[in-house]
Each structure stands twice: as structure tokens, then as C-alpha cells.
């Protein structure tokens, strides 16, 4: 039986053919016994390229280890720079893969539907502009080592990278502290240059057996604007749900694991920090889509998953491109005018539940049995239980009209920086009537997390009018970056400049927090910084 052959049999045929004579990844190429090394995702790039394929490639950035980052822009006609694909009106789309270089099927997947996309004579390029990131973490893919040692549980390839940058970073913990050199290239010359209206990050889960090829989330931050949230949660992912059980009887379901609440079963997803990608799309008001393939099931099966998946979500926003494009305008506007409206977001969150529903779960071992490592659940069962699928706000703190930064602390300003806050200079004295926040309890983690001791600090803001000086520096809430900007900056942040340790000195009891909070706007002799 030919291998095209046995997928239709499986039900596994990929959504559309590749026509002879265009580019194939190691994993087609190999029977999907091999995934492709950086070599490989280049020569794919460069042979697309050949072929005469509507794209043009960047090299965006440097890894740790000196390999140069791709970024392949698809779109017909193409477009010379991100300024001109604005203009176009087009939703711009970047699909983000290999972030945990041992998770390998979003790789694939990627460069199966970069062929395909550049194969039609019309179609999505005709309707958006696609950016795509293959490997996004390479220094962690070249690692290649046995799949039981760097991916356990995982169902193939026998040779995988490791989850690690070259810097030792887990790349899809990085999102507010922008510490890795990976990062920091995507946030220059992708989220600040082409800003993109939806962005998807494509990984491998493991964890509990369940009865799903592939489960999803939608942006997890309460913040998130409630337009963007809507549409993702709400609208689109449970419409391609149903579209997928419809056309290939793929069963998908919202991310998470079976675990326990309370003393009972509950579905729960993972964290509502900006530090995740998918999530840090969502506070800067912009559509995120985390997929993730389940370990267990083979690779080929993954690949084919993740390919229909995304292409899903590619065809979605398609339809719904005059759409997508004015949700995401609609937000920065809205944002934008936090130094007026001033709403309250959150600083602290719990888990919250849309109501129960059933759950495919592999069923309990029998008695003296041990679970499997790998391969398809044999039987599944169905379980009733609530699934806690968002985040609600337990703690919230008023948007200001701006935050003021004393110039001592420049890390802060350097970050808001790096990550596209617009900042200005004080280059006169002033007066500001504004709001402080005095630490009542400080706690510093007792193990690190990525190269941090992460510190939450509680307390309570009391009126104060300040004096400022030339130098010190002042971040206005009228950019579309507000909601980012409020994560940042609260106090009381679990994801900001306190958590991550960037002050110039760790909090302690006691202490002011220095930046200010001005709940009027400032009026003031200032200079943006460049």
C-alpha cells in the first residue's frame, strides 16, 4: 500500500496535494521517520523560492549560536514592506512554529502549508498576508538526541531537539520579560514592524490521555479587550471545532488536563500570564492562537493535525477578513483611549468555568496495570465534568491617565522600549498630582524560574503630589500598548516589571513603588524618546 494510499485509509490524506516537482519536508520525504533539521528548513525556503513561489524571506535575528532566524512573507501580489501591506487592508497572519524545538509536527505543518498556499493560482494569499516562522527556536533543534530522552512520551521521531534556546530560555516564557535574543528579534522586526492582526504559536502537549488529536486555546488574559476575546473564544475556535469533527471526524477540544477542583474532576487549562505567546497577542489586542498536538499519537498523525488545524484557522480568518482587520483597529482605538475612559483591569486572577461538559479520557488502569507511555488511548470513556477554560479578575487596579518613571530606573524603560511603548523625557521640572503604592507584604520565590526568583508584592496606593525632575520619564496611556503597559507596570502585577525583578532594588515592606500613577493627563515639557 502506497504511503497516499494508506493515509486516505486512515483518514490522514493531507488537505491538498503537493504537486510534483515543489519542495517536501525530511518528514514527508523520510515516511515521517525524520523531522528536518535547520539545513533542511532553509533549502525548503530557498526551493520554494526557485519554484517561483509568491514570497519573499527576512532574516530577522541571530541565535545564541549564530544561525540566522527566517521569516518567509507569502502574499500576492507581494508586498515590499509592512507599511505597504497596511495598506492594504489585508489581516496580516504570523504562524509561529518550533518554539520547544522537540515539539516537531508545527515545523512540518508549516512548511506543508507554505507549499500548498504557494501552489494556488488563487486563493488565501490572494486575501491576507501570511508570515511564517518555521523554526523559530534553532540552537534548541539542532540538539537532535533519542526522542525517550528529549521529548519522553512523545510518539516519534526517534531524533528530536530539546525544548531549551541556546541560552538555556523556555522561548514561550519570555513574553513580558523579552530576555531572549529570539524574542527580542521577533518583537523588533515582527510585532513592532509588521504587527501582526493574528498570531499562532504551534506546540505538542502532553499530559493527560484524552480522546483528542489536538486541543486549542484562545488568548487566557482577563485584559485581553473583549472584542479580540470574544471573536477567538467564542466565535471562531468552537466554529472550527465543529467544522473539524464535520469534514475529517477530528475530534478537538479546548487545552488543558483532567485534575481535580475542589475534591472533584475538572478540565483546567494553563496560565493567563503575558509571558506565553499566545496570551501576550491577546494584551496587545491582537488575535492569539495556541495549537497543540497530542504527544502520543504518531507523528505523521500529528503533522496532519496540526496541518488541518491551522489551515483552519488560516481559512477562517480569510472569510472574516474585513472583520479581523477591524477588531483589531477597534481595539487599539479602545485602548487608546484609556487616558480618558480609565477602566479597571485585573492584577490578579483565578480560574473561572463556562459550565460542564463531557471529556474523552483514557480510563483508569486495570487493577496491578501501568498506563501507557505512548500510542492512542485503547478505549475512552466519557466524563461529565466542569472546564475551566478562562481567567476572571480577583484583584483589579484603575487604568491612570499615565505612569511616571523615575530616571533611575532605567531597566524599566529599556523594556518598555524593546517591547514598542512609546516613552518620553521629562526636560522640565513638574508638578504631579498622583498616586503611590506602599509595599504592606513582599514575597520572593524560594527556587528560581527562569534565571528569576519571581517577587509578588501586595499593598495599597495613597494620594501624593510629586515633584518631578528633568530626566525622569513619562509613559502616556493614549497608544494602543496600554493594556501591555498596564501588565507591566502595576505593583501588583504576577507578570510585570515587580515579578521579574527589574527594579533597580527588590521591593521590601515598607517601601514606595517608584513609578507614579497620574490620573490626570500630564502637562508637562517632554521629548519622546527615539
Known amino acids: 500500500m502506497t504511503t497516499a494510499v494508506a493515509m486516505l485509509c486512515l483518514g ?10 515543489w519542495p517536501q519536508s525530511r518528514a514527508v ?138 541560552e538555556g530560555f523556555d522561548l514561550n516564557r519570555d513574553g513580558m520579560k523579552a530576555e531572549s535574543l529570539e524574542f527580542r528579534a521577533v518583537l523588533e522586526r515582527i510585532w513592532n514592524r509588521w504587527d501582526p492582526d493574528v498570531m499562532m504559536d ?17 488568548p487566557l488574559n482577563p485584559n485581553t479587550p473583549p472584542a479580540i476575546l470574544k471573536f477567538s473564544r467564542d466565535e471562531m475556535l468552537p466554529a472550527i471545532r465543529r467544522q473539524m469533527r464535520q469534514q475529517y471526524n477530528l475530534p478537538l477540544f479546548d487545552y488543558g488536563d483532567a485534575t481535580t477542583r475542589d475534591k472533584k474532576p475538572a478540565w483546567t487549562t494553563f496560565g493567563e500570564g503575558g509571558r506565553y505567546m499566545t496570551n501576550y497577542a491577546g494584551i496587545r489586542n491582537r488575535i492569539g492562537i495556541l495549537s497543540e498536538a497530542a504527544t502520543y499519537i504518531p507523528f505523521r498523525e500529528r503533522v ?21 482587520v477591524e477588531l483589531t483597529r477597534g481595539a487599539d482605538a479602545e485602548v487608546s483611549a484609556f487616558e480618558t475612559t ?18 474523552l479520557l483514557e480510563p483508569p488502569p486495570a487493577a496491578g496495570k501501568r498506563r501507557p507511555e505512548t500510542g492512542r488511548p485503547a478505549s475512552l470513556i466519557k466524563v461529565k465534568m466542569p472546564i475551566y477554560d478562562r481567567f476572571a479578575a480577583t484583584r483589579k487596579s484603575k487604568v491612570p491617565a499615565a505612569y511616571l518613571i523615575p530616571e533611575t530606573e532605567t531597566k524599566i524603560v529599556e523594556l518598555l522600549r524593546r517591547q514598542g511603548v ?44 510629586a515633584t518631578v525632575r528633568p530626566g525622569a520619564f513619562l509613559v502616556r496611556m493614549d497608544q494602543p500598548l496600554g493594556v501591555l503597559i498596564f501588565n507591566l507596570l502595576e505593583p501588583e502585577s504576577v507578570d510585570g516589571v515587580v515579578a521579574w525583578g527589574f527594579l533597580s532594588r527588590d521591593p521590601r515592606v515598607g517601601d514606595s513603588y517608584p513609578v507614579l500613577k497620574a490620573f490626570r493627563p500630564v502637562n508637562a515639557v517632554t521629548e519622546r524618546l527615539p
Open 422 to 465: 512609546v516613552v518620553e523625557r521629562f526636560v522640565a521640572p513638574a508638578t504631579v498630582d498622583g498616586q503611590r503604592f506602599t509595599v504592606r507584604e513582599a514575597k520572593i520565590a524560594s527556587q528560581p524560574f527562569q534565571g528569576h526568583r519571581l517577587i509578588e508584592i501586595n499593598g495599597a496606593f495613597a494620594p501624593e503630589q
Open 12 to 21: 490522514l490524506a493531507p488537505v491538498s496535494a503537493i504537486q510534483e516537482g
Open 202 to 218: 504551534l506546540h505538542t502537549t502532553d499530559g493527560t490521555r484524552h480522546g483528542y488529536d489536538l486541543t486549542y486555546s484562545p
Open 304 to 324: 496532519v493535525a496540526t496541518d488541518r488545524f491551522v489551515t483552519a484557522v488560516l481559512d477562517y480568518v480569510e472569510k472574516n477578513s474585513r472583520r479581523v
Open 342 to 359: 480609565q477602566p479597571e483591569l485585573g492584577v490578579r486572577f483565578e480560574m473561572a468555568s463556562r459550565g460542564e461538559e463531557e471529556t
Open 29 to 166: 520525504r523520510t515516511d515521517y521517520r525524520e523531522t528536518s533539521t535547520y539545513r533542511d528548513v532553509i533549502d525548503f525556503i530557498e526551493a520554494l523560492q526557485r519554484k517561483g513561489a509568491p514570497i519573499s524571506v527576512e532574516y530577522f535575528g541571530l541565535s545564541k549560536e549564530a544561525r540566522r532566524m527566517p521569516l518567509v512573507i507569502a502574499a500576492r501580489p507581494m508586498v515590499a514592506s509592512p507599511a505597504e501591506a497596511r495598506r492594504t487592508g489585508k489581516p496580516i497572519i504570523y504562524v509561529q512554529a518550533n518554539i520547544h524545538a522537540g515539539e516537531v509536527e508545527g515545523k512540518e505543518a508549516a512548511m506543508a502549508i507554505l507549499s500548498r498556499v504557494c501552489q494556488e493560482p488563487h486563493g488565501l494569499l490572494d486575501k491576507v498576508i501570511l508570515l511564517v516562522d518555521p523554526i523559530y527556536n534553532i540552537d534548541g533543534n539542532e540538539k537532535f538526541g533519542p526522542q525517550a530522552r528529549n521529548r519522553p512520551e512523545q510518539n516519534g521521531p526517534e531524533l528530536v531537539g530539546v525544548r531549551a534556546s541556546g
